[in-house]
């Protein structure tokens, strides 16, 4: 049906009122539909949209599935298993968000959130990097034969617009210390200047740690400012 479908009025109509990612899923429904689950063959694109339905509800994945031909579960973990994204600073990841410049400029300003998450500590081999996963890891070569059991997360929301995106996460044994969660969060903040985000806040808990963190980079502003002889009329932290 979908070979004989460019050969009727059905095509034409469509083409014109439909958009072009609805107009691609009902093609793609009807060249599927004969096949079994077993014998489909899914494009990267067919990947993509039902990965993002299946972070959008899980629940909703599997019902659609029952209605249409869509990815399974394991061919859309499959896909994630192959995106490389390691602890610590990922290069690709900013690369990929430096696509903002074609954003609305109001779309551009977002916050920067951050928090640690209890972990079972564990160890799970990566074949696919020949590695054990599950040790303290800041990435990079700053790995340490410790069992990890907390997890740092860095996160962006958009403030105009709704999106958000993880961008860096970290393996430690108990929290982060305050050292390094300093120079982390400086980092971060310099990396995601360089796409194009604008950073009008930093969201976080009041942990000991926390507070300390955002307590030095309180103080490391204000010694800038006295260093150049300007007043500090910043309402928060400047980096760089």
Not at 127 to 150: Q, T, V, W
Not at 174 to 188: P, W
């Amino acid at each position: 049906m979908a070979k004989q479908l460019p050969k009727t009025k059905l095509y034409n109509s469509m083409l014109q009122d439909v958009n072009s990612d609805t107009f691609n899923f009902i093609i793609f429904q009807l060249k599927l539909q004969k096949y079994k689950p077993k014998g489909r063959r899914f494009t990267m694109q067919d990947k993509v949209f039902a990965l993002s339905l299946y972070r959008q509800s899980p629940k909703g994945h599997r019902l659609l599935s029952k209605i249409f031909c869509l990815p399974s579960r394991k061919t859309i973990m499959t896909l994630l298993n192959k995106l490389p994204f390691m602890c610590g600073i990922n290069t690709h990841v900013f690369d990929h968000l430096k696509k903002v410049a074609q954003m609305k400029p109001l779309d551009h300003y977002c916050a920067l959130l951050f928090d640690e998450v209890a972990l079972e500590p564990g160890l799970q081999y990566n074949r696919k990097l020949d590695m054990f996963e599950g040790f303290e890891d800041y990435g990079g070569s700053e790995r340490k034969p410790s069992f990890a059991d907390h997890a740092l997360v860095f996160m962006l929301k958009g403030i105009c617009r709704k999106w958000k995106q993880p961008i860096v996460f970290t393996f430690c044994k108990g929290t982060t210390s305050t050292l390094r969660l300093t120079s982390l969060l400086k980092d971060v903040i310099r990396q995601v200047k360089l796409t194009g985000l604008k950073i009008m806040c930093t969201i976080c808990d009041q942990g000991t740690t926390n507070q300390a963190t955002i307590n030095s980079h309180l103080r490391e502003t204000e010694q800038n400012c006295i260093r150049q002889g300007i007043d500090n009329r910043h309402f928060g932290f400047v980096i760089d």
